[in-house]
């Protein structure tokens, strides 16, 4: 007997929707409100991807009864009908249907309710607009053949005025080319490559920058955007993306920068003292830190990625000894408040990150004797 090709997907969708946490709850709470599963939710299904810890749903009708039904923290936008809400492990951006239009090139839409079809059209990749009602048996809702370019690995966009509506989609291609190893189809690209970033504000091509440097494959990203002519990367910054996430996904390292940030400084060649820092040779452990104290965690990351192999024992180890001892023990041992306090301290601590001394009454004797002799001339 020859099964219904649809059974299968129909199966895929019922299975993936099970997987994703609070769809029970936007149901009950949505009554008889039509609400639907949209976006990459939706596309992330398809292929399989079910580890998302966050939905996009679509409402016709309002989302303020909705979001107040589900509980929790809410932070709603009333000029574009959205509501974030996060109850538990539930986290829903939900968001009337609506329509969008362009004022200008890189304006912010003006939006006006409208269908279910009329917010899927306006979206930016084919493979981003497909829906799944959460009411009845679960079916795929796909008006611009999201799932064939998803089979095929195309990103398409839905119109060719798209880049010049909203230019930081060619950031969002980049991030979705790098991630998925799609490929643009013809058209696309030839769109893309005359978008025009200078066209919307700074801080939202910083902010979908921030997006594709936290992406797994930041560096082809980057080199897409290169190849597209968007934005200029040289080949060894390229390469300097690889290698600080590397660094900063190292044990040691956790938490010493932000991906984001590291692979940003990489990537615009922002890369401070880290060349003099990667080529530094400390002999001692106190000379590391004198190199390394109070610089920026990117900084440091970048200076290891160039080299600095030194900074692993200064990020693991050495950063973390402190003394024993603390000023109020020279003040009450008579040193008087003066620059000769701190200087005691600093000696006691060079010299314990050097092993040679180690136990609070060497370190006190040390920096006793070191302030005594005072800091010397500046």
């Known amino acids: 007997m020859q099964r219904d090709p649809g059974h299968n997907e ?79 492990e539930l986290i829903a951006d939900l968001a009337a249907a ?11 839409p003006e939006v006006r309710p409208a269908t279910l079809a009329d917010d899927l059209a306006r979206r930016d990749f084919t493979i981003n607009a497909m829906a799944v009602p959460l009411s009845g048996e679960p079916q ?42 799609f490929a643009l189809d013809p058209e696309t690209e030839r769109v893309l490559r005359d978008a025009d970033l200078t066209t919307v504000s700074a801080e939202r091509v910083e902010a979908e920058l921030r997006k594709l440097a936290a992406e797994h494959e930041a560096r082809r990203g980057f080199e897409l955007l290169d190849a597209w002519g968007l934005l200029a990367i040289a080949e060894e910054r390229a390469k300097l993306i690889e ?42 452990a106190s000379e590391a830190v004198d190199l390394a104290r109070g610089r920026e965690g990117v900084e440091l990351a970048l200076a290891r990625a ?36 701190g200087h005691g301290l600093r000696v006691a601590l060079a010299r314990k990150l050097d092993r040679e001394i180690a136990g609070r009454e060497a370190e006190l004797a040390a920096a006793l004797e070191a302030a005594r002799e005072g800091p010397g001339p500046a």
């Open 10 to 88: 129909r199966q895929r969708l019922e299975s993936g929707l099970s997987s994703l946490h609070g769809l029970d709850r936007i149901r009950e709470a949505a009554g008889a409100t039509p609400v639907y599963l949209v976006g990459g939710a939706v596309r992330d299904l398809l292929l399989g991807r079910t580890d998302r810890s966050d939905v996009d749903i679509v409402v016709e009708g309002e989302v303020g009864p909705i979001a107040a039904a589900l509980g929790g923290e809410a932070r709603s936008h009333e000029r574009f009908g959205t509501a974030k809400v996060q109850a538990g």
């Open 140 to 181: 795929l809702i796909d008006p611009h053949g999201g799932r064939a370019d998803l089979d095929s690995g195309l990103l398409r966009v839905l119109h060719e005025r798209s880049f010049a509506d909203d230019p930081t989609r060619a950031l969002r291609a980049a991030r979705y080319a790098a991630r998925f190893s």
């Open 243 to 284: 290698s600080v996430l590397a660094v900063v996904e190292s044990p040691g390292w956790e938490g010493v920068a932000d991906r984001r940030d590291v692979v940003l400084a990489a990537a615009r060649d922002e890369l401070g003292d880290a060349e003099r820092l990667a080529r530094a040779e400390p002999q001692r």
């Open 306 to 341: 160039l080299g600095g192999e030194w900074l692993d024992r200064y990020v693991t180890e050495w950063r973390h000894v402190g003394l024993e001892i603390s000023g109020e023990d020279l003040l009450a041992a008579g040193v008087p408040e003066s620059p000769a306090l």
């Open 98 to 108: 609506r329509a969008e239009s362009y004022s200008y090139p890189g304006a912010l």
